[in-house]
T-cell receptor
Framework: NAGVTQTPKFQVLKTGQSMTLQCAQD?????MSWYRQDPGMGLRLIHY???????DQGEVPNGYNVSRSTTEDFPLRLLSAAPSQTSVYFC????????????????FGPGTRLTVL | LAKTTQPISMDSYEGQEVNITCSHN???????ITWYQQFPSQGPRFIIQ???TKVTNEVASLFIPADRKSSTLSLPRVSLSDTAVYYC?????????????FGSGTRLQVQP
């Protein structure tokens, strides 16, 4: 298994440009999420999905869109990039237990380092 | 939406035991407590997970009191390679969503 893969690894955008960060997992995980991590800071949840066709907002969703048409893929779209979106973006996935108790072992991708000029 | 509180940083020396405590007053009944480790320029990596009492694996131990409002990650005999940021993770009870919110993390610096 490749685990969680993210492309590109690095990206430079100009203010106002749009782009899509790709995330894919081959573990058949129901749950996928996107985080951003600013320098010296913790991870903040942007959007997440508990299954194909279902998405929800996290802590910092403004300026980002997501969709989940398949179990494997969870792309993150920046509609109009702003310098405040300069960050490292991590995608993660986990299996959701069918039992009442939720287990939470997330697998993270290697990250995409985005700079917006 | 912050749901966990951890010390911002800790210092230790090689060979010592390190204990990092996380406060999570709003933990949901069905939530597990999970700890992750993150090295610079890498995504977080799972360390240990527990629900209550004590859990131990080859890397660490996790102590959770009966009220589950806090947890303590214990790293035995740390080495320089344990220098990293450690996060504890619990679910989001207040909104009813199963969002997974990271705390601020604890930056552990291990000295020779």
């Amino acid at each position: 298994n490749a685990g969680v893969t993210q492309t590109p690894k690095f990206q430079v955008l100009k203010t106002g440009q749009s782009m899509t960060l790709q995330c894919a997992q081959d573990m058949n995980h129901e749950y996928m999420s996107w985080y951003r991590q600013d320098p010296g800071m913790g991870l903040r949840l942007i959007h997440y999905s508990v299954g194909a066709g279902i998405t929800d907002q996290g802590e910092v969703p403004n300026g980002y869109n997501v969709s989940r048409s398949t179990t494997e893929d969870f792309p993150l779209r920046l509609l109009s990039a702003a310098p405040s979106q300069t960050s490292v973006y991590f995608c993660a996935s986990r299996r959701t237990s069918g039992s009442k108790v939720l287990t939470d072992t997330q697998y993270f991708g290697p990250g995409t380092r985005l700079t917006v000029l | 939406l912050a749901k966990t509180t951890q010390p911002i940083s800790m210092d230790s020396y090689e060979g010592q035991e390190v204990n990092i405590t996380c406060s999570h007053n709003n933990i949901a009944t069905n939530d597990y407590i999970t700890w992750y480790q993150q090295f610079p320029s890498q995504g977080p990596r799972f360390i240990i997970q527990g629900y209550k009492t004590k859990v131990t694996n080859e890397v660490a131990s996790l102590f959770i009191p009966a009220d589950r409002k806090s947890s303590t990650l214990s790293l035995p005999r740390v080495s320089l390679s344990d220098t990293a940021v450690y996060y504890c993770l619990v679910g989001d009870k207040d909104t009813g969503r199963r969002a997974l919110t990271f705390g601020s993390g604890t930056r552990l610096q291990v000295q020779p």
